[in-house]
């Protein structure tokens, strides 16, 4: 247990699971309380009150909305039991936010990429109109093979 001691992501992920036995919502003492006897805490009683109220209850609520506390205890959210439910917890919600903020950014910089090459492809054909670079009857080839791997393209990273 002691690698455990001060691993507060595990701290994070067994609160959410205290919550969801208890059919959604504790005191806030109780839940301290099983904490303690969980992971063998109470040498530091104060220090780690302070680490459990200001650190681990604070990132569930304010920066990630798992949890909801008021004057008589603490609530899950929806949100806070499905990360509950993971295999394993809040880490592995970390790990997929990341992994969808970066995905999200790839998807960014493809539709910048296939969009400028629409417009090059689009002014190219504009021009080749006017100086007949490539015969006019397969002008229109390379917009309409640009358009389909454009296409072809969204659809595959918006399946993922």
Same mark, same amino acid.
């Given at each position: 247990m002691e690698n455990d001691y001060y691993d507060l992501d595990k701290w994070k992920t067994f609160v959410l699971r205290v919550l *969801? +036995?208890?059919n959604g919502s504790s005191l806030t003492d109780y839940v301290w309380n099983r904490l303690k006897h969980e992971f063998s805490l109470g040498e530091n009683e104060?220090?780690?009150?302070?680490?459990?109220?200001e650190s681990v209850l604070k990132c *569930? +609520?304010?920066?990630?909305g798992l949890i909801r506390t008021n004057k008589r205890g603490i609530q899950i959210t929806t949100k806070g039991e499905e990360v509950a439910k993971m295999n394993n917890g809040?880490?592995?919600y970390l790990d997929s936010k990341y992994r969808h903020r970066l995905l999200q950014r790839i998807n960014d910089y493809v539709v910048t990429a296939t969009g400028i090459l629409s417009l090059m492809m689009t002014m190219f054909s504009f021009v080749n109109l006017f100086y007949n670079w490539i015969d006019k009857k397969y002008s229109f080839l390379p917009p309409l093979i640009l358009g389909l791997f454009l296409?072809?393209?969204r659809l595959i990273c918006k399946s993922k």
């Open positions: *969801l +036995e208890k104060q220090t780690e009150h302070n680490l459990y109220t *569930l +609520e304010v920066e990630h809040f880490r592995s296409v072809v393209f």
